[in-house]
Antibody
Framework: EVQLVQSGAEMKKPGEPLKIFCKGS????????IGWVRQMPGKGLEWMGI????????RYSPSFQGQVTISADKSIRTAYLQWNSLKASDTAMYYC??????????????WGQGTLVTVSS | QSALTQPASVSGSPGQSITISCTGT?????????VSWYQQHPGKAPKLMIY???KRPSGVSNRFSGSKSGNTASLTISGLQAEDEADYYC??????????FGGGTKLTVL
């Protein structure tokens, strides 16, 4: 069974750094793209970017390019989402999900449980 | 990369059918038959309901179906049930392994 388990909720102050993780199991972690999705309080889903753990090829949404860094360590089957300096507007639930597809990787078939990030002074 | 356009809300009575539209552009929905739909109940992670336009994952009811015409994709739910009340999001492939979501639609079962 494919499982993605995310790190726990975080409460941070503006300006602090943060790195959250997503650990995969039940499949060949290196061979599937992992994506990150933001959901701000009461709002919709936003695609942030994806990474291919096998070679760390990474793609970002223009909205998130330069704002976050997506990385992965295939040896421990873990993907990461990190911020160098958090802002209050980063307060949101963040989901990781496995992005798959028959011709192009175009949908998410398995999701993590989400990591709630709260940024407040 | 702008968000796809969905109606904010739709509603229907048990047993009825409803359709949720998802309008994009010739750069996303119009260029690929690669639209997926997700159901999200409050406090839960999204769940895949339809992928690659009209395919259903194992375990998803055949009451859910997907289609596309031009730059607009649609999700139809037939035989509406109380458990279908949730938020629904469309998502389209936009090239180079990037995706774009719709703004979401709240489905109310009356």
């Amino acid at each position: 069974e494919v499982q993605l388990v995310q790190s726990g909720a975080e409460m941070k102050k503006p300006g602090e750094p943060l790195k959250i993780f997503c650990k995969g199991s039940g499949y060949s972690f290196s061979s599937y793209w992992i994506g990150w999705v933001r959901q701000m309080p009461g709002k919709g889903l936003e695609w942030m970017g994806i990474i291919y753990p096998g070679d760390s090829d990474t793609r970002y949404s223009p909205s998130f390019q330069g704002q976050v860094t997506i990385s992965a360590d295939k040896s421990i089957r873990t993907a990461y989402l990190q911020w160098n300096s958090l802002k209050a507007s980063d307060t949101a639930m963040y989901y990781c999900a496995r992005q798959v597809g028959s011709s192009s990787v175009n949908y998410f078939d398995s999701w993590g449980q989400g990591t709630l990030v709260t940024v407040s002074s | 990369q702008s968000a796809l356009t969905q109606p904010a809300s739709v509603s229907g009575s048990p047993g009825q059918s409803i359709t949720i539209s998802c309008t994009g552009t010739s750069s996303d929905v119009g260029s690929y038959d690669l639209v997926s739909w997700y159901q999200q109940h409050p406090g839960k992670a999204p769940k895949l309901m339809i992928y690659e336009g009209g395919k259903r994952p194992s375990g998803v009811s055949n009451r859910f179906s997907g289609s596309k015409s031009g730059n607009t994709a649609s999700l139809t739910i037939s035989g509406l049930q109380a458990e279908d009340e949730a938020d629904y999001y469309c998502c389209s492939y936009a090239g180079s392994n990037t995706l774009v979501f719709g703004g979401g639609t709240k489905l109310t079962v009356l």
